[in-house]
């Protein structure tokens, strides 16, 4: 079992919303910055948000005012919720540890779609 694990992505058309989960050992949650990004077919993989421990937020250009990032203590989890989705946000989401060590998830597939 990886230390940081996703789950959440799907297929939704335009418009529609998904919320992606991230579960990480408590020790990670605790004391690590944790984010989302996203690849996808033929592009670098890029920053979509980003969550302190103290609860400070960062977004993308292209996902501020659509996307939200959270995290629960109580279930050492992140979540990012996405409304309005586009075409566009299709891609492998992946959630992200960052401090002294980096850690990944393995992804999950969103992709929107008519």
């Known amino acids: 079992q990886g230390q940081l694990v996703e789950s959440g992505g799907g297929l939704v058309q335009p418009g529609g919303s998904l919320r992606l989960s991230c579960a990480a050992s408590s020790t990670i949650f605790k004391i690590y910055s944790m984010g989302w990004y996203r690849q996808a077919p033929g592009k670098q993989r890029e920053l979509v948000a980003t969550?302190?421990?103290?609860?400070?937020?960062n977004y993308a250009d292209s996902v501020k005012g659509r996307f939200v990032i959270s995290r629960d203590a109580g279930k050492n989890t992140v979540y990012l919720q996405m409304n309005s989705l586009k075409p566009e946000d299709t891609a492998v989401y992946y959630c992200n540890a960052a401090g002294l060590v980096t850690y990944w998830g393995r992804g999950t597939q969103v992709t929107v779609s008519s």
């Open positions: 969550i302190t421990t103290g609860g400070s937020t």
